[in-house]
C-alpha cells in the first residue's frame, strides 16, 4: 500500500505565502535595550568585549537616548558602573547615585521611554557580590548574608522609583527577594510599578563580558551559592513559582539560549509575561564571528531572536536591540 506524498511544501512558495502563514513576529516593541550609565563626563568608552556597546557618562546620554527612541525602541535597562565601591555597596541605594540620576535626566528627555532599572549590589559592592558578604565566626564560613542584603536591595529600589524608574528589575538572586522588594515599594507609595523578576538565573560563564563592562566579577568565589545550576530545570519552575507568590508581575529567564526549554516552560506553567535576557557573551559570540566575516550578522541576529519569541519570550532584553531595529525597519 502506498500512502500519498504530505505536500508540506504548499505554503513556501512565495514570500506572500510565507508572511501569510508566519507563526512568530518579531517587531520592535519585544525590545529592551541595556545601558551602562558612568561617572564623569565626556566619557563614551566602548567596552573591550562588547563592540557597539558603551560605558556612557551622563552628558553623552541624551544622544544615545534620543538615537533608541528614534528607532522605535519602547525601554531601556539601566546599569550603573559607579566609581566609588564599599563593601555595602552604598552607591547603589543614595538617592545621588547613578542610576537614580541618570533616570531622572531620562523621565525628563524623555518621559514615555519606560526605564527599567536594575537592582543589585554587584557593581557598587568592592568584593564583586550581589548582596553583602558576612563572616561567620563559627563556621569559618564568608557568604553572602540574605536578609541583610534584602533590606540594603529594597532601599534600592525604592530609591529608583522615586527617581521615575517605570519597572524594577531585581537580578541580585537573594531569597525573598520579591516579596521584600514589593512590600517596600508598597509601603513607600509605588504599589503600581511592576517587578521584573529575575526568576531563573543561571550561574553562567555567558555573563563574562558583562562583569567586564560592570566591573562586577567578584573578587573571591563565585555566584553558584546564590545563582542557579545549569543542570536544573525543575528548579527552575520551582524558582519562578516563589516568585509568582511573592507577587511579581514578570518573568525572566536568563542566559537565554542554552535555556529555551526553560522559556517554553515558564510560557506554559505561568500566565504572566516572560522575559529573555539574551546576555553579554551571547551577543560578543556573534560580533566576533561577524567580524572575521564568518557569518551573516543580521540573519544570525534575526533568526535568533525569533527563536527566542518562538520559544515562548514577550519580552527580549538584547545588546542587538538597536541593530535588530535597524533591520527590522528596512
Ligand atoms: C548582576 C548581573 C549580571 C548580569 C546582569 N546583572 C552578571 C552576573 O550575575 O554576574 C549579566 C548580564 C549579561 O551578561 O549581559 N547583577
Known amino acids: 500500500m502506498s500512502f500519498p506524498i504530505v505536500r508540506n511544501r504548499r505554503l513556501r512558495g512565495t514570500a506572500a505565502l510565507r508572511n501569510l502563514v508566519r507563526e512568530t513576529q518579531l ?4 525590545f529592551i535595550y541595556p545601558l551602562f550609565v558612568t561617572e564623569g563626563t565626556g566619557v563614551r568608552e566602548q567596552i573591550g568585549s562588547m563592540p557597539g556597546v558603551f560605558h556612557l557618562s551622563m552628558d553623552q546620554l541624551e544622544a544615545e537616548i534620543r538615537e533608541v527612541q528614534a528607532l522605535g525602541i ?4 539601566l546599569f550603573g558602573v559607579p566609581d566609588h565601591k564599599d563593601d555595602l555597596g552604598s552607591e547603589a541605594y543614595g538617592n545621588h547615585s547613578i542610576v537614580q540620576r541618570a533616570t531622572r535626566a531620562i523621565k525628563e528627555w524623555a518621559p514615555e521611554l519606560l526605564v527599567v532599572a536594575d537592582t543589585c549590589l554587584c557593581q557598587y559592592t568592592s568584593h564583586g ?8 565566626e563559627r563556621s569559618n564560613r564568608t557568604e553572602v548574608d540574605n536578609d541583610l542584603s534584602l533590606e540594603l536591595l529594597v532601599q534600592t529600589a525604592v530609591s529608583q522609583a522615586e527617581a521615575g524608574a517605570d519597572i524594577i528589575a ?3 538572586m537573594m531569597d525573598g527577594y520579591v516579596q521584600a522588594i514589593r512590600a517596600g515599594l508598597d509601603e513607600a507609595g509605588f504599589s503600581h510599578v511592576p517587578i521584573m523578576a529575575y526568576s531563573v538565573k543561571y550561574a553562567s560563564a555567558f555573563y563574562g563580558p558583562f562583569r567586564d563592562a560592570a566591573h562586577s566579577a567578584p573578587q573571591f568565589g563565585d555566584r553558584k551559592t546564590y545563582q542557579m ?3 536544573n530545570g525543575r528548579e527552575a519552575l520551582r524558582e519562578a513559582e516563589s516568585d509568582v507568590r511573592e507577587g511579581a508581575d514578570l518573568l525572566m529567564v536568563k542566559p537565554a539560549l542554552a535555556y529555551m526549554d526553560i522559556i517554553r516552560q515558564l510560557k506554559d506553567q505561568f500566565d504572566l509575561p516572560v522575559v529573555a535576557y539574551n546576555v553579554s557573551a551571547e551577543y560578543s559570540m556573534v560580533k566576533a564571528a561577524a567580524e572575521r566575516g564568518w557569518i551573516n550578522e543580521q540573519a544570525i541576529v534575526l533568526e535568533t531572536l525569533t527563536g527566542l519569541k518562538r520559544a515562548g519570550a514577550d519580552i527580549i532584553i538584547t545588546y542587538h536591540a538597536k541593530d535588530a531595529a535597524r533591520w527590522l525597519a528596512q
Open 129 to 136: 557580590h550581589c548582596g553583602v558578604i558576612k563572616h561567620d
Open 170 to 172: 531585581p537580578s541580585n
Open 74 to 77: 519602547q525601554a531601556i535597562l
Open 27 to 30: 517587531t520592535v516593541h519585544d
Open 229 to 231: 545550576d545549569p543542570a
